[in-house]
């Protein structure tokens, strides 16, 4: 994976100490989205430490222009390109990776999700934390799609297939909108489509997943970059791999250490 030199200086504002929270945002050709949603962000972590971590993953439009031109008025924004696409979840793993915050809440660049819920997602994690669970994903759970009937139903079929083979007590496993701490991703076994089987992941690694009602917007600009047909095709092959995963790993639990 090639990815180019993170755009931060170390006299940069948002060098001076770890945030509380990094919104990482992975792209591919979203240009007209990006301002809408950075500003959103923006406003909705206004009364937060935080950054925000844009990775554009090989971007053929004028992605790497427009977010260059925001950065110069954004201190919190970060800016991270790959030299040629690597799929989603490369690019969330490089955005975790280049994020400094305690907890990483992750969304599409597609300005579907609603970075308005974050905040209520981390009210959800410190109720989780403060009874003692770890790991936690709060996971978002689109109660009120915005999509084609298509999208909605065949989502809707992955989630019960998924939910019967690797029990991932999750009704809204595609929802980008998810939150967890960096230390707790970064323990997962990482491979492409990861964002996909996130829950499955932490309750291999012995921890819990909470699910939270999330707004969702129509797409206001593009087109997606999926349809049913290319989830199928990759989804069956990494289903079968993560029912592997989760065979081959149990839960250490330490009684003591000397």
Known sequence: MNIEPRFVSEA?????SAPLISVVVPVHNEAPNLEPLITAIS???????????????????????VLAGL?????????VRHKQSCGQSG?????????????????????????????????AMYAAEAKGLRPVLIAGHRVNRQDTNAKRYGSRIANKVRAWALKDATPD????????????FLDLPHFDHIH???????????????????????????????NNWQRL???????????????????????GRE
Not at 72 to 79: A, E
């Open 12 to 16: 940069s504002p948002i060098a001076a």
């Open 43 to 65: 406003t909705a972590l206004a009364g937060f430490d935080h950054e925000i971590v844009y990775v554009d993953d090989g971007s053929a439009d004028n992605t790497p222009q």
């Open 71 to 79: 950065a110069h008025t954004l201190p919190t924004l970060v800016r």
């Open 91 to 123: 690019a969330v793993i490089t955005g975790v990776k280049t994020a400094r915050g305690t907890y990483i809440a992750t969304l599409d660049g597609d300005g579907q999700n609603d970075p308005a819920d974050i905040p209520s997602m981390l009210e």
């Open 173 to 184: 496993t595609g929802c980008g909108l998810k939150l967890f701490r960096r230390e707790a």
């Open 196 to 226: 996909r089987f996130l829950p499955a992941l932490f309750i291999r690694a012995g921890g819990q997943v909470v699910s939270v009602p999330v707004r969702h917007h129509a797409r206001a600009h593009g087109a997606s970059h999926y």
């Open 233 to 255: 095709k990759v989804g069956l092959v990494d289903l079968a791999g993560v029912a592997w995963l989760q065979r081959r790993w149990k839960v250490p639990h330490i009684e």
